[in-house]
């Protein structure tokens, strides 16, 4: 983290106009705090400056002068102080927002044999000193789920962390059911990464079973390339053209789980979901996300341009858990889930 406040003799800020006008200061004003560490240093000088400060201007003021130069820079010093402070629940706020990182699901590691098997991840196997040191599975929430040491916010298989949310927004508890009406579970939150999911059902609009050609008019999200508009026929006509862009304005507008700020996801984003710790398809906590059965139903778009050809976006397969660029002009499409929060 670098800060730089700086003020100079042709700034039109009338504050600090007047603190340069009131400290006697001719030249540039400039602070330059270069990490959280650094800045904690400074302010543990604050108080002492601070009641310097403060009998340094009493003096002044009792004795009817202007500060000297020492009585300046010392003022001058509070004030940086002073900004500094200011700026400390902001740069804690936006360091609060870092979102954690979802594991990979697997918690076994592969052994000596030829071919390789699945086994126990112990540390006779995975560990530094072991036959296969250094697994996967050795490390992060998913070491932490097998050593019991993991406390989770709502539940779901290995370190995943998930809550159903209702249509009406609310938190539900893991026996909640799909279904059409206010209390019915429609949405997933994960709680590792902040993100909360659609999630898909066998009628209605949000239909698994319904597919969308990759469209968007903005050129500040599709890359380049718009896409292809589609007709109405891949969604059952629930769409006057089945494209994403219609599809992420209709659940909008219908407000899915209470909120109005729906999108889709990037690349990075859908294959936090991947379960890679399944033995079989698909790769992804059923539990949470059904519906996603089959291999035609597991192919789903994200709203992320291929980078060296803008005709093509990625999708995430999760009958094989891996992603794959796609012809944005593909005939009929793929499945949807879209997801809110983070960014």
Not at 278 to 295: G, L, M, Q, V, W
Request: include cysteine; hydrophobic fraction near 35%; glycine fraction near 10%.
């Amino acid at each position: 983290m670098w800060v730089d406040i700086t003020g100079t003799d042709g700034d039109t800020s009338s504050t600090m106009r007047g603190f340069k006008v009131a400290l006697g200061i001719a030249g540039p004003l400039t602070l330059s705090v270069k990490t959280a560490r650094h800045m904690q240093a400074i302010l543990i000088q604050v108080r002492t400056l601070l009641m310097r400060g403060v009998q340094r201007l009493r003096c002044s003021a009792n004795g009817g002068s202007l500060p000297t130069s020492i009585q300046r820079l010392q003022l001058k010093r509070l004030l940086m102080f002073a900004i500094i402070i200011g700026l400390l629940p902001v740069i804690s706020a936006t360091r609060a927002k870092a979102a954690g990182l979802n594991d990979t699901g697997q918690t076994q590691c592969y052994d000596a044999s030829n071919p390789p098997a699945l086994a126990p991840c112990s540390a006779t196997l995975g560990g530094d000193s072991g036959t296969n040191p250094r697994q996967d599975a050795r490390f992060g929430r998913d070491a932490q789920i097998a050593g019991q040491s993991l406390t989770k916010v709502g539940a779901g298989a290995a370190a995943f962390d998930y809550t159903k949310i209702a249509n009406n927004g609310a938190q539900l508890a893991p026996s909640g059911t799909l279904g059409t009406s206010s209390s019915d579970w429609a949405c997933t939150k994960d709680n590792v990464t902040g993100l909360t999911w659609e999630v898909k059902n066998t009628s209605g609009p949000r239909n698994v079973g319904h597919t969308y050609t990759w469209y968007s008019a903005a050129a500040t999200t599709n890359g380049g390339s718009s896409g292809a508009i589609g007709t109405n026929t891949s969604c059952a006509s629930s769409l006057a053209t089945c494209n994403l862009e219609n599809y992420v304005s209709a659940q909008n507008a219908a407000t899915l789980c209470g909120a109005s700020d729906w999108r889709l996801p990037t690349r990075k984003e859908l294959l936090t979901l991947v379960y890679a710790g399944k033995n079989a398809s698909p790769y992804i906590d059923t539990t949470y996300f059904p519906n996603t059965t089959s291999a035609t139903t597991s192919q789903t778009w994200t709203g992320s341009t291929h980078a060296f050809n803008s005709t093509f976006a990625w999708y995430v397969d999760f009958y094989d858990g891996n992603s794959y660029a796609s012809d944005k002009f593909t005939v009929d499409g793929y499945v949807v889930r879209l997801v809110r929060g983070g960014q």
